[in-house]
């Protein structure tokens, strides 16, 4: 085997101040070749800061602002880079320019440095097609269409064309479509970071999560590394157990960001975890009670009277009787003695008792409100799917671990029984706070 050459990325960046399209491709595959080529650049972006320094307000300094930014956009100082790419001249500084401030999201004012750079010279079908994806991240996904027809010539070859174009039919529902031309951006450019990291999500979704990490991970190998890709990455590594590889997920974020507050709540999670002790039989019987807590009640012959009177109370499941006391199911209109003892015999059967998570939970009372006394219009509400609060994937991975579907279910959670779910820290359990109260609900007990 043929040892591959390292690329000195100093010698690149820092010994000539001369910075075209071919000096940012050599860099790309330089940082693909491992981390010490990441850090290699850290030290490169010091070095060009003195260069910056010692040319202020000359031709030269605008020669090594460019390069200064385009090193601080690979590592992903974004803010820095926006500001040495403004101090600079020229197509390549204009084109960086607009994808700096696209990945800030900054999009009128990244749409303006495009336009400049196709004015200064740069390629027009690329700009076109990083303008496509402005029209599209603007909501104006008909504009971006026409846009992408206009360069359609290069649809064998190009693999923004296809990422564009991938993008877009994930606006349409067509996922299978999407995938395809994602796959057919990443066979063009392996190193392509936008489609790689969309292959990941798609699998992320739909619970592949080893394809989803195999993906994420690929796009580690070739900055810049984008936010969203760190998190989902560290999310899935935490799903995983794998705690220090999902911290230095974290870490590499708040690298970047410092102020930002869902990394370092996140890091704070994972750097706990990996503290804890794990007892996999605890965790395979853990499993086995809630698989037994969530069999619906309509499994067991009872009496019409009870099978209607735990209707209305809205109780559907074994652990839902064990959230509830005596006293609140007598209370229910036409619920009787008769009716208590015919639900004690089905529990018992399953060694649990009416109001046992009440006494596990100390003794806390659950918020029980009957059916009747709900309108129509509420009940309609309860009824809608937890998947419609659209939460992010770590809140969303866990509803799915306490097999809460319904509104109704999740707000018959206290905030403490869900903190308890694997990966659901405070983080998570705020989001969920605001879906709800969006919807004029809130948890139990809140």
């Not at 559907?316 to 004690?344: A, C, H, W, Y």
């Not at 279910?409 to 403490?416: I, K, M, P, T, Y």
Request: one cysteine or more; a neutral charge.
């Amino acid at each position: 085997m043929v040892d591959t050459i390292m690329i000195d990325l100093k010698a690149l960046m820092v010994e000539r101040e001369d910075c075209d399209a071919g000096t940012v491709e050599k860099l790309r595959n330089g940082l693909a070749q491992g981390k010490t080529q990441y850090r290699a650049l850290r030290d490169s972006a010091e070095a060009l800061k003195k260069k910056v320094e010692a040319n202020v307000g000359t031709a030269t300094g605008k020669r090594w602002h460019l390069k200064l930014g385009i090193a601080q956009y690979f590592i992903g100082y974004l803010t820095d880079a926006v500001e040495n790419f403004k101090q600079s001249e020229g197509a390549l500084a204009n084109f960086y320019l607009g994808k700096a401030l696209l990945e800030k999201q900054h999009l009128d004012e990244s749409l303006k440095a495009f336009e400049k750079a196709e004015k200064s010279g740069y390629n027009t079908n690329q700009v076109k097609l990083q303008k496509a994806g402005i029209y599209r991240l603007k909501g104006d996904v008909a504009h971006a269409r026409s846009t992408l027809k206009e360069v359609e010539n290069q649809a064998s070859h190009n693999p923004e064309y296809h990422f564009q174009a991938a993008s877009c039919y994930l606006l349409d529902g067509l996922r299978d479509k999407a995938v395809e031309h994602f796959e057919k951006a990443v066979e063009l450019d392996p190193n392509h970071t936008g489609a790689l990291f969309q292959l990941g999500h798609c699998n992320d979704l739909v619970g592949n999560d080893d394809e989803a990490i195999s993906f994420y991970e690929r796009c580690m190998s070739h900055p810049p590394l984008h936010v969203g890709l760190l998190i989902n990455l560290g999310i899935l590594y935490e799903d995983n157990d794998k705690y220090e590889k999902a911290a230095e997920c974290y870490r590499r974020v708040l690298n970047a960001d410092p102020n930002h507050d869902q990394a370092r709540l996140f890091l704070k999670d994972a750097e706990s975890s990996l503290t804890q002790s794990y007892n996999p039989e605890a965790e395979a019987a853990s499993s086995k009670f809630n698989q037994v807590l969530e069999i619906s009640i309509t499994d067991f012959e009872l009496s019409v009277r009870s099978r209607n009177c735990l209707k209305k109370m809205n109780i559907r499941t074994l652990g839902d009787l064990t959230r509830v006391s005596e006293p609140q199911m007598l209370s229910s209109k036409n619920f009787g003695e008769t009716s208590l003892n015919e639900i004690k015999i089905i529990l018992s059967a399953k060694n649990l008792r009416i109001g046992q998570a009440l006494e596990q939970g100390g003794g806390v009372d659950r918020r029980f409100v009957p059916a009747q006394a709900l309108s129509e219009a509420e009940q309609a509400l309860l009824n809608r799917p937890v998947s419609e609060l659209n939460l992010s994937v770590r809140a969303r991975k866990c509803m799915n671990r306490l097999n809460l579907a319904s509104l109704a279910e999740l707000v018959h959670r206290s905030a403490d029984e869900l903190l308890e779910a694997k990966n659901f820290g405070m983080t998570s359990l705020n989001e969920v706070r605001e879906k709800l109260r969006q919807l004029g609900l809130n948890l139990r007990g809140d």
